[in-house]
């Protein structure tokens, strides 16, 4: 069947803001989905309220409305664009919820708009338990035993009659949101009515529990044709009971018979077919009994476009969002050609020659008391993924991609030795328990012990032992005398320099040069979907030690962007719509781009969007040896946040061109101490501060500064850390904390200026003009950190006075700051004086904010400036529209329940959404500014 003519223009509905459970990743498949259609011919209107993706800009759609994801939206751009279809598959259950709501109000059907992609039935069929669970048992597709619950009193049957330990899975939620497992009674009560509270149709499916069970995920495609291909299988590293977004995961499947696999393919195919009749992408989870039966039980379908499909499409190079919009529109798998080899079809299964090992990141410090246990709700909020020519390689590459100050997975002297402690973790699974059981081994606590206590699969457990025995026989050798037969096995067994250099008690550089006096070099091999059978097209490399190289460096003049890792609280994706931008600016001044990033849920690593994809660890060893063998112009760190300005120190003295802002004034920037003596000798005012490197000095500092003050270390992102003390007990112990927590930090004692209110400015510096891109207003008053506040764009009640002082000051900091790119400044204004926070000479959360508030690519802008293609003054900006933009913070505090939800100058909150107002009397506005005022009058 060819493509469907009739359909001329087509809507996507995206996720909204990033909260945990439904992140970036739905940013990257709405934009491959648009970019897809639009190569068909096809007007693409795309609705999201988040302004921080490169989804909601320009490049990516025909027409992009920044409205809530709500009904009125969806009726207001109906009632304004001809749509003949809406693609809710690329959206998350956020967009899949909102479709199904305008179905059942009957909007579609008054706008004659079709939906593709999926249909009606196969949504409720999966959403709700109940005809989940009745349909599987039509097809004979086994399920643990379960019933549904619609009350307190119903579950409280149900969990009578399966008795402990059991599992409560709340229906129409994301991220296993309101999910627990059940092991005694004393809990369940508790644990039932939140997961009723939790569903929008107060309903939760109550299984009994299979834990120890492996757990698998596939990712398929189906065309009009009824033709399915598997894309991908995975397999997770944890058994059942954690959920999958919050489980190390592993592809292609390790541990599972091909016998087996084919059953769970056979299953997996008859389910997608039972519970709808509709082109394009589908999940399916599966759980197999770990003993040699391997009995298979089904445990859910999602039919869309899920949280896996973007890791599955970069483990794989097969873009299954793009893939499934065409199937959407009509075409056949055979129609379709596959875009890694580009002579072969669509319709196969990817062969891997590779594995890879994907790790989630949790951000548990930054929700003190908070239940770090894992479960059935997921609290992770983003992820690494790694590739090796083994797990072992992939598995110490993911972890040194993690960002987490480990080198990897052990030789790095950080072990824990508490015996009790590790037993007690290794039972009940936590964000660590990979670091456990490598510690529990290293101990000498025995492998059977580990696996009757996690019941991880013995193989998995087996890797893990290896890599001990290998530290093992290495720590017999010193430098001058370790073999190279056994550096060698090392360094294929992904150990970084660093760690090899713990066991050899030497220097990570004298581990570099031992190995290249060897002639052990890192490679570069082509991730092709087809294991080497047909020529790949696509430019997208991993890095193993073999012999043959495979990536073959041009003679044209390149950059390199680093990208900024895997996602965090005050690291999301705002700056991986920086890195895109980045890239797409220096293609546009003929350089060949090259992108360093280790994140599979983001745009910057879809392998079309730089010329060159490199899917490695933002870690020094990594980056040095892409960089020797590259040879580029320089490299680009202000896009990526703190993950790439950390390395600009080491780039400077290695004598390797950063692009754009030096490394100089990067750090006279996180130097308060230098950056005070900037501002002083510009007589800009600051709040008085000091530098200490103990509690005793912190004491002695705090009476000639005075409280309340703030303490914070330097060189972190979100506000890691920092607090406002009173007093000098707290101020005591709060630095004893941070010296413990970051003993290479220098620690900050600002005096915090009480009832202050705080703005923040976004400027283009060219080292001669400065443009000022955006100056916002914060609603919230100084305390409480920019990321968590709400900020208007522009400012709505700062004087004229104090909008010229922060102008000003803006330019003066960015000159002397000698700053190529863009700066952010963050203000303190108390009685008409502007007093700086604190400045940063890189891409900031707020840049997208305000690139979508005025309608200009301001980081495309900043990158030609950087690469000195263009100076300010060569660029005509767009007249400023009236009204204004709000950007609001929004939090995922429902994943723990059990802390405070309290505010300060520590970030917490894990996405944002923009909303527009014509002025100042929207009914919004009003109730969000009163609580300002109750606030300040207190």
Known sequence: MPK???????????????VIGQACEFDYSGSQAAKSLREEGIEVTLINSNPATIMTDKVTADNVYLLPLEVKSIVKILEERKIDAVLPTMGGQTALNLAMKCEDMGIWKKYNVRMIGVDTEAIKVTEDRDLFRIRMNEIDVPMAPSKIAKSFLEGKSIAQEFGFPLVIRPSFTLGGSGGSVVYDKENFDALLNRGLQTSPIHEVLIDKAVLGWKEYELELLRDN???????????????????????????????LSDSTYQRMRTMAIKMMRSIGNFAGGCNVQFAVSNDEKEDIIAIEINPRVSRSSALASK????????????LAIGYRLDELQNQITKSTSAYFEPTLDYVIVKIPRWNFDKFKGSNRELGFQMKSVGEVMAIGRSFQEAL???????????????????????????????????????????????????????????????????????????????????????????????????YADRQIAHLLDCLESEVYKKRNDFGIKRVYKLVDTCAAEFEAKT??????????????RSDKKKVIILGSGPNRIGQGIEFDYSCVHGVLAAKECGYETIMINCNPETVSTDFSTADKLYFEPVFWEHIYDIILHEKPEGVIVQLGGQTALKLAEKLDRYGIKIIGTDFKSLDLAEDRGSFSTLLKENNIPYPKFGVIQDAEEAIELSRELGFP???????????????????????????????????????????????????EADAICDGKDVYIIGIMEHIEPAGIHSGDSYAVLPPFDLSENVIRQIEQHTKTIALALNTVGLINIQFAVKNEVVYIIEAN?????????????????????????????????????????KGYAIKI?????????????????????????????????????????????????K
């Open 4 to 18: 469907d003519n009739s359909i001329k223009s087509v809507l996507i509905i995206g996720s909204g803001p990033i």
């Open 225 to 255: 044709n009824d033709n399915v291909a598997i894309i991908c299988s995975i397999e997770n590293f944890d058994p059942m009971g954690v959920h999958t977004g919050d489980s190390i995961t592993v592809a292609p499947a390790q541990t």
């Open 315 to 326: 483990a794989t190079g097969y873009p299954i969002a793009r893939i499934a919009s065409k």
């Open 396 to 494: 110490q590459k993911a972890c040194q991609s993690l960002e987490i100050k480990r080198n990897g997975l052990g030789a790095d002297g950080k072990e824990i030795t508490n015996q009790q402690e590790l037993l007690k973790a290794l039972e009940r699974p936590s964000w660590n328990r990979l670091f456990m059981i490598y510690d529990a081994m290293k101990l000498g606590i025995s492998i059977k012990t580990i696996q009757k206590l996690t019941r991880i699969d013995m193989w998995f457990l087996q890797q893990i032992e290896e890599l001990i025995a290998l530290e093992n026989e290495i720590e017999k050798y010193k430098l001058a005398d370790i073999p190279k037969e056994l550096l060698y096995e090392a360094k294929q067994k992904g």
């Open 539 to 552: 430019p997208y490399y991993y890095s193993t030690f073999e012999d043959e190289n495979e990536s073959v």
């Open 709 to 759: 003050l703030l303490v914070r270390p330097s060189y972190v992102l979100g506000g890691q850390s920092m607090k406002i003390v009173i007093n000098e007990e707290e101020l005591e112990q709060h630095v004893v904390k941070l010296l413990n927590d970051l003993p290479d930090n220098k620690v900050l004692l600002d005096h915090f200026l009480e009832h202050a209110i705080e703005a």
């Open 841 to 881: 000479p890189r891409a900031s959360r707020t840049v997208p904010f305000i690139a979508k508030a005025y309608d200009e690519p301001y980081v495309n802008y900043a990158t030609k400036v950087m690469l000195r293609e263009k100076k300010v003054s060569d660029f005509k900006f767009n007249p400023r529209k």
């Open 889 to 937: 913070p929004v939090f995922s505090y429902e994943k723990f329940p059990e802390i405070q939800k309290e505010l300060g100058p520590e970030m917490k909150s894990t996405g944002e959404a923009i909303y527009f107002i014509d002025d100042l009397y929207d009914e919004y506005f009003q109730n969000v500014y009163s609580e300002r005022n109750l606030y300040l009058s």
